[in-house]
């Protein structure tokens, strides 16, 4: 892999909250950054809480899933 030494910004294909594009930069130092296009406001998360935040939110889908699988059961 390539050590990230410099920003990347890549601008999203789907529309955010307010039905404008986002852009995601990734920076050195192991953050991700989101803001809207066209606006300058940047909203930094490090790459662990990104990680750690997808990883719930794929365990509470499961449990839901298993819970409705066992409610149907009944």
Do not use: H
């Not at 307010?18 to 990734?26: H, P």
């Not at 050195?28 to 490090?46: A, H, N, P």
């Amino acid at each position: 892999m390539t050590p990230l030494t410099k920003t990347v910004a890549r601008k999203s294909t789907s529309a955010g909250p307010n039905r404008r594009a986002f852009v995601v930069m990734l920076a050195s130092g192991d953050l991700i950054g989101f803001r809207d296009e066209r606006r300058r406001k940047v909203y930094w998360r490090t790459l662990r809480g990104c990680y750690e935040d997808a990883i719930k939110a794929e365990v509470a889908r499961e449990r839901q899933l298993k819970k409705a699988a066992k409610k149907a059961k009944r």
